[in-house]
């Protein structure tokens, strides 16, 4: 069964720093999803970011950017010029290509120091 | 705007009660979710539904009953039959049966049990 880890519960990073936050997951399969996504105080998810296994460039969206290592089963994020809105919760999170469940990791609170 | 509304924000429910939780998305996405979220975890899926009255169980359907009846609505009930039913909800949807391009989630309901 596929399994997703993030191995900091919490993270702290001082604004307009950079700061990444891992991520590692368990997979047999060659095909699949990856997602990081945001939870703010208010507990609605947000969607940060997607990556598609079988493309080798890495995804970015603005000030996120993620360091996707296949063969290491790693899927980490990068927040650039941190803000105090980054302030949240993170999961990563995995998509089978075949099965349409999202397994999702614990989560890492981000904190920004101002 | 389009988008995901759960109902009530806040939710109480006595010992042996059966609640209903409401989910509504204009969004015209296909596929429906419940997740359950408890402090320090990921999320777990409840149920999901593809199609319009069809769905299937997730990892922890026990005690929880859905209907889909129409492509906009995916109401749960959390039945007498769930023995620790406070957590937060949270409803998603997505284009597509699979979720390919990522999840849009309502802002959640607490259910608290007095």
């Known amino acids: 069964a596929q399994t997703v880890t993030q191995s900091q519960p919490e993270m702290s990073v001082q604004e307009a720093e950079t700061v990444t936050l891992s991520c590692t997951y368990d997979?047999?399969?060659?095909?699949?999803?990856l997602f990081w996504y945001k939870q703010p105080p208010s507990r609605q998810m947000i969607l940060v970011i997607r990556?598609?296994?079988?493309k080798q460039q890495n995804a970015t969206e603005n000030r996120f950017s993620v360091n996707f290592q296949k063969a290491a089963k790693s899927f980490s994020l990068k927040i650039s010029d941190s803000q105090l809105g980054d302030a949240a919760m993170y999961f990563c999170a995995y998509r089978s290509a075949i099965y349409y469940q999202l397994i999702w990791g614990a989560g890492t609170k981000l904190i920004i120091k101002p | 705007d389009g988008g995901i509304t759960q109902s009530p924000k806040y939710l109480f429910r006595k010992e042996g009660q059966n609640v209903t939780l409401s989910c509504e998305q204009n969004?015209?996405?296909?596929?429906m979710y419940w997740y359950r979220q408890d402090p320090g975890q990921g999320l777990r899926l409840i149920y999901y539904?593809?199609?319009?009255?069809?769905?299937q169980k997730g990892d922890i359907a026990e005690g929880y009953s859905v209907s889909r009846e129409k492509k906009e609505s995916f109401p749960l009930t959390v039945t007498s039959a769930q023995k620790n039913p406070t957590a937060f909800y949270l409803c998603?949807?997505?284009?597509?049966?699979?979720?390919?391009?990522?999840?849009?989630f309502g802002s959640g309901t607490r259910l608290t049990v007095v």
């Open positions: 998603a949807s997505s284009i597509g049966a699979g979720g390919d391009y990522g999840y849009t």
């Open positions: 990556q598609e296994a079988y």
């Open positions: 997979t047999s399969e060659s095909d699949y999803y």
């Open positions: 539904s593809q199609i319009v009255n069809d769905f």
């Open positions: 969004l015209n996405h296909d596929a």
